[in-house]
């Protein structure tokens, strides 16, 4: 008896087997494991975390275990999630009309503002929200989008504050030191300006007094052109600070003074010749966009005829 039952048995077993090795004419059922999908992201962290190690060297200890410090992929994934929002955000928009957000705009540019004199004060002490900051101006953008100021998410804008927020992601992990404070020391002075004004803008009764943007962007470029010198003088007189990175840091700050100079130039340079096509008098004659008295004149000097 006991023969015929380890006979049934080998011979049931033996059957499961053909059966498990039968192929199945229904597709597989995937099961979803966060466990297995966890583990794939830590080993592309880990990956991308040497690499960066092996290109920069070792990360400064004094920054190990900050928020968002330890791994690059935060801060790549939201500046990926930033642009996606714009192209995004610039279709859900368009046939919508625009939002007004000045309760939102008043709190936010107040909160900047607030949030870079407290940095100005104690930049060296918390530079990881000088860091953080470049992530919170990504509502600058958002707010643009929302508003359908489409022609205010230039390249010059998009490339600014996508670079900065991934830079200082490097700086805070490898060179947190005395070199690194000047350049966010100016940039939250012109910040505290910068918001102040936004901030003033967002009331219409305000906008007679705001006679001072074009002095903004000159003071930016006052900025890059004085972060410029104070990190060349680090090349003419080492200070123990990377010279890549100040070639770098230099190279980078050169394309922010011709992004600004550029868009100085479109945005002041032009306008006072708009300005004199829009007050023409009626029946003026104008030729490709300059009127006969334009072309009657020559170095300040008008020619009768014309007067």
Known sequence: MADTTRLWTRERRAQERAANTRPSSLPARVVFCPHALQEHLKAFDDKVNAFLDNMFGPRDSRVRGWFMLDSYLPTFFLTVIYLLSIWLGNKYMKNRPALSLRGILT??????????????????????WY???????????????????????????????????????CVLNWIPCGQSFFGPTL??????????YYGLSVFPSMHRYLWWKKYLTQAQLVQFVLTITHTMSAVVKPCGFPFGCLIFQSSYMLTLVILF??????TYRKKPMKKEMEELPAGKEVKNGFSKA??????????????
């Open 107 to 128: 709190l936010y540019n107040l909160g900047i503002t607030l949030l870079s004199m407290y940095m100005l004060a104690e930049v060296a002490k918390v530079l990881w």
């Open 261 to 266: 100079l550029n868009f100085y130039f479109q």
């Open 131 to 169: 860091y953080f900051s470049k992530l919170i101006e990504f509502l600058d953008t958002i707010f643009f989008v929302l508003r359908k100021k489409t022609s205010q998410i230039t390249f010059l804008h998009v490339y600014h504050h996508a670079s900065m927020f991934n830079i200082w992601w």
């Open 294 to 307: 334009y072309f009657t004149a020559t170095n300040g000097v008008v020619n009768k005829k014309a007067q």
């Open 187 to 196: 940039n939250s002075f012109i910040h505290i300006l910068m918001y102040s």
